[in-house]
């Protein structure tokens, strides 16, 4: 184990011009992937590249206030990749274009994301459904981009119309630089298990990296995933629930939750200064219901966060919950 891990650590491998060591990605996760979050992450080691959440290319290029908030990053997070998600060849192009110029070092485009919000406008996973449509959208993108491009996928819409293998070859044909696959379909969501077999198959066939993706949550887990031989891991959920998860798979390593506690402080501080109230509410309820699965009695915090209706209001649970701990 130690070894497989090591050598992991110490890999390097291409995404287009971009060389990416350790081989580790910080996944797109809607409301959670900011710039405050990512520094955060980053902060802990053991990270190649961060994404940010998924930017709707059509809020983007109308120029939606919301959106401006997505597009805020520091220096210290870089390498950075940008999501895009929509349907429209052209407003992805545009889209892509615009957070190159923005500083972006990579462009990826959501071809996975299962939510009903996303797949309703044909965006997202529905992409799997259409993939005339999708090889477009790659085409006018790669078009306008000097920088890296990626496609982020799941294995297909449901069992029987499974098409990893026809969109990752259109991907490679049209000049896409990496392949990040969440081993699930869509009708999955988040149920059963990754499958590790179809990511394989995936990396067996295509000569761009293949990032694997899906229920990474310790060093067994990570080695499961690398038998795949995927060339690089994104990792998602254990992020928010452990911002320093990269740094614990890859030096086995573990940190005190007093950690986290502080991390806690500094982020809100953080949040409640940059966001407008109903979004730095929005998100701190997020983050601390996240981070509450990391927490001892972290389901008390989870009962209090109903009825917390302001920014101030999240900010007490959490204040309350840290002093009962410093109490003991
Ligand atoms: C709350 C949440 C938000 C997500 N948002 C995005 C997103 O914006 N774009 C995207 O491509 N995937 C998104 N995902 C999917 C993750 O990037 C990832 O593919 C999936 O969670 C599987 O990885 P994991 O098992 O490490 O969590 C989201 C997942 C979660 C749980």
């Not at 545009?94 to 044909?122: Q, Y």
């Not at 499958?195 to 990296?209: G, T, V």
Request: some cysteine; glycine content about 6%.
């Amino acid at each position: 184990m130690k070894n497989t891990i090591e050598e992991f650590k110490n890999k390097k491998i291409k995404i287009g011009s971009l060389e990416v060591s350790p081989p580790t990605f910080l996944a797109p996760i809607a409301d959670i992937s900011d710039s405050v979050f990512r520094q955060i992450v980053k902060e802990f080691g053991g990270i190649g590249v961060v994404f940010s959440e998924m930017i709707s290319a059509d809020a983007l290029t109308r120029g939606c206030k919301k959106t401006s908030f997505m597009l805020n990053f520091d220096f210290s997070e870089k390498p950075l990749f940008f999501q895009i998600v929509g349907k429209e060849p052209l407003r992805m192009a545009m889209a892509a274009r615009m957070l190159e110029d923005l500083g972006a070092d990579g462009i990826d485009i959501n071809m996975g994301c299962p939510s009903k919000n996303v797949t309703k406008s044909g965006g997202g996973s529905a992409l799997l459904m259409d993939l005339k449509k999708a090889e477009e959208i790659i085409r006018k993108v790669r078009k306008v981009l000097s920088i890296p491009l990626t496609i982020k996928i799941r294995a297909g819409w449901n069992e029987n119309n499974l098409v990893y293998k026809e969109i990752g070859k259109i991907a490679e044909n049209e000049g896409v630089d990496a392949v990040f696959f969440h081993g699930r379909t869509k009708k999955q969501m988040y149920s059963g298990n990754v499958n590790y077999e179809w990511i394989a198959d995936l990396k067996s066939r295509l000569k761009i990296p293949v990032i694997g993706n899906g229920d990474i949550v310790g060093r067994e887990s990570l080695l499961k995933m690398l038998e795949t031989k995927c060339d690089g891991v994104m990792i998602a959920r254990a992020a928010i629930k452990k911002p320093w998860i990269f740094k614990e798979l890859l030096d086995n390593e573990k940190v005190e939750i007093e950690k986290l506690i502080e991390i806690i402080e500094k982020q809100f501080k953080r949040i409640m200064k940059i966001y407008p109230e109903n979004l730095a509410k929005h998100k701190m309820k997020l983050f601390l219901s996240w981070y509450s699965r990391s927490l001892p009695k972290g389901k008390s915090i989870r009962l209090q966060l109903n009825d917390a209706k302001t920014s101030k209001e999240v900010l007490n649970v959490f204040e309350n919950y840290r002093n009962s701990l410093l109490d003991k």
